[in-house]
């Protein structure tokens, strides 16, 4: 998955109002990244060209279908008028130029509208969510949270066609394995009868239907929550899609009651080396260290939990649970899972957050990144490489060159330490 695109992708979805209900207000803007305008004559002068190449690749790749168990009518009709997808290379291309910061993605993955949508979503299928609910034990606002930032609550479910989608993917072969693993579980959803190949459509990067599950993990988790003897997560009807989404959390771990995270107050002196996903206590061992809920109360016994610090020290707190990581099963980026939990907290009539966000930062581009990492190692402060990721290395390297600037060690990598460091 994001269920579907948590194993490959980051990109973080849009959302706005049901397509069961009358059309609400109009959605927010979309978080997907558009593609630059630079390299797309060029990408479509060649495409005429590659559709040569790409029916040689179709023409050979029938014989590993094939071996894979799919039967020629069915490659037939799943490949019927396909051609190489330049749109699709395009935006595979591109996504790597889009950035966005914490704050900005919150603004619009917990708007007031999406809130709002989100639970008139509640009240429009608040028997089907009971049901689903009482079935998996996943909270209903949780999974019309996922609904709405993976579609616009069904509203945005894509129109690519999947099969060409997948298949211009493996034959482009820059993730050439992984696309043609996904166009394979797609012709057995064909094959199986859940989905006619023309109705098969979801995003440019083979996610599907309400919740986008990719192909593997539709095989692996979705049900058929109605009964059909189809899982049908393309239709108006969104049964399927919803209940495929909770059984999927279940199956990573999923604890009823237990919240994904707490927006906490951390207390002067805080020692900021406790912080990140790696250091776990309970919610007893950080109240005796002087962390609050933000309301000032103490957070209660959810079982193990870890200090998040999204944008470091100028930013939000939180205190996140087992749960946080289930969500992290969809989409692996922080802010993704912040957005679905905070959403979930919105939609079930929770405060928005208390805690401001450093809105005069910028996102790193790729390259500053590697950048600050020269230059952090350059100073002493070595980050074991230079790849342009974030990880722990270069956060521990960033809160010693904090810590010799007499600085708030939170190991944010900030525009400021870069500049710092220039």
Request: glycine fraction near 10%; charge should be positive.
């Amino acid at each position: 998955m994001r269920a579907a695109l948590a194993t490959f992708l980051t990109i973080l979805s849009l959302s706005g109002p049901s397509a069961a209900s009358p059309a609400p207000a109009a959605p927010d803007v979309s978080l997907i990244p558009q593609p630059r305008p630079e390299g797309a004559p060029m990408i479509q002068a060649q495409a005429n060209s590659a559709n040569i190449a790409f029916t040689r690749w179709i023409d050979r790749f029938r014989s590993r279908a094939r071996s894979a168990g799919i039967r020629d009518s069915v490659f037939d009709a799943a490949f019927q008028g396909v051609r190489y997808n330049a749109d699709v290379i395009q935006r595979d291309r591109n996504q790597s130029e889009f950035t966005k910061q914490i704050w900005e993605y919150l603004d619009s993955a917990v708007s007031d509208t999406r809130v709002r949508n989100g639970r008139q979503a509640m009240r429009d299928h608040g028997r089907l969510l009971a049901g689903i609910e009482d079935r998996y034990g996943v909270e209903a606002e949780v999974v019309v949270a996922v609904w709405g930032l993976e579609s616009a609550y069904g509203s945005y479910r894509g129109s690519t066609p999947i099969i060409e989608a997948l298949a211009t993917l493996a034959f482009d072969g820059r993730r050439g394995r992984f696309f043609e693993e996904q166009l394979i579980a797609a012709l057995k959803i064909i094959q199986a009868g859940d989905v006619a190949p023309r109705r098969m459509t979801g995003s440019w990067a083979g996610a599907m239907g309400h919740t986008q599950f990719i192909p593997t993990s539709y095989l692996a988790y979705a049900v058929d929550f109605t009964g059909d003897g189809k899982r049908d997560i393309w239709s108006d009807n969104p049964a399927d899609a919803l209940a495929s989404t909770a059984a999927y959390l279940r199956r990573f771990g999923w604890t009823k009651g237990q919240p994904w995270g707490v927006e906490v107050r951390l207390p002067r002196g805080f020692d900021y080396s406790q912080t990140g996903e790696r250091i776990k206590k309970s919610p007893r061992d950080w109240a005796a260290q002087g962390v609050r809920a933000a309301d000032g109360s103490v957070v209660p016994n959810h079982g193990r939990s870890s200090i998040l610090l999204p944008a470091g020290a100028q930013g939000a707190a939180f205190m996140i649970f087992d749960n946080f990581h289930v969500i992290e099963r969809y989409n692996t980026a922080d802010a993704y899972v912040i957005g679905v939990g905070h959403l979930s907290d919105r939609i079930a009539g929770k405060p928005a957050i208390r805690s401001g966000w450093p809105r005069d930062d910028r996102n790193l581009r790729f390259a500053e990144k590697k950048e600050m990492q020269q230059l952090l190692t350059k100073r002493g402060f070595n980050t074991q490489g230079v790849d342009g990721i974030i990880g722990p290395n270069t956060i521990q390297a960033i809160r010693r060159f904090q810590a010799s600037k007499g600085l708030i060690p939170d190991g944010y990598a900030s525009y400021d330490i870069l500049r710092r460091l220039r």
